[in-house]
């Protein structure tokens, strides 16, 4: 089975300072990984995904993240912070890519002017 | 173009009642998934529906049952309803069963008393 871990439920950072948001995974086979936002009153959005191939992907909104199989991490950071980051974030995991995602626990940023 | 749209956003239901929740997907998408997404935690895989078939169920009881209609539409069925029913219910959708990408709805916020 496929799951995820975030640690830390809240998470402040102030505003131009680095974001860094941690997810560790557990799968059974090679993963495919993914970050969602979800902004208040929001769906869920997708902020980039990890298939195959370069291990360091870009998202949207200046978000990175990158896939370290030896320390089964797929940590997100955005260099510097903005009030508009301000939301929840969410690391999942599937099997193969499909839509039978697990998602961790999530965690909400908060922006510290 | 409209994205994911959920009806009802919130509702209210006592113990042992049954409820219907109705899922229209973003234009050109094919596939349909539902998540449960009880406070404070990640959204968890209900199931998807492809060409109006269940293909994929996470462990849900036999009390929580779909449908998908042939212009794509969705409902999620709960018979029997339990305190711990009580979440917000996500509806997903995407082209293709297995692409990971999904676009989620705002969520129908269930609350069973």
């Known amino acids: 089975a496929q799951s995820v871990t975030q640690l830390g439920s809240h998470v402040s950072v102030s505003e131009g300072a680095l974001v860094l948001l941690r997810c560790n995974y557990s799968?059974?086979?090679?993963?495919?990984l993914f970050w969602y936002v979800q902004y208040p009153n929001q769906g869920l959005q997708l902020l980039l995904k990890?298939?195959?191939?370069?291990?360091l992907v870009k998202g949207i909104n200046g978000f990175e993240a990158e896939f370290k199989k030896s320390e089964t991490s797929f940590h997100l950071t955005k260099p510097s912070a903005h009030m508009s980051d301000a939301a929840e974030y969410f690391c999942?995991?599937?099997?193969?890519?499909?839509?039978?995602?697990?998602f961790g626990k999530g965690n909400q940023v908060v922006v510290i002017p | 173009d409209a994205g994911v749209t959920q009806s009802p956003t919130h509702l209210i239901k006592t113990r042992g009642q049954q409820v219907t929740l109705r899922c229209s997907p973003k234009?050109?998408?094919?596939?349909v998934s539902w998540y449960q997404q009880a406070l404070g935690q990640g959204p968890q895989f209900i199931f998807q529906?492809?060409?109006?078939?269940?293909?994929q169920r996470g462990n849900f009881p036999d009390r929580f049952s779909g449908h998908q209609f042939p212009n794509y539409s969705s409902e999620l069925n709960v018979n029997a309803l339990l305190l711990g029913d009580s979440a917000l219910y996500l509806c997903?959708?995407?082209?293709?069963?297995?692409?990971?990408?999904?676009?989620f709805g705002e969520g129908s916020r269930l609350t069973v008393l």
């Open positions: 799968s059974s086979v090679p993963p495919y």
């Open positions: 529906y492809y060409e109006e078939e269940e293909r």
């Open positions: 234009s050109g998408h094919d596939t």
């Open positions: 990890y298939t195959t191939g370069a291990t």
């Open positions: 997903a959708s995407s082209w293709g069963q297995n692409t990971g990408e999904l676009f």
């Open positions: 999942a995991v599937s099997r193969y890519g499909n839509n039978r995602l697990a």
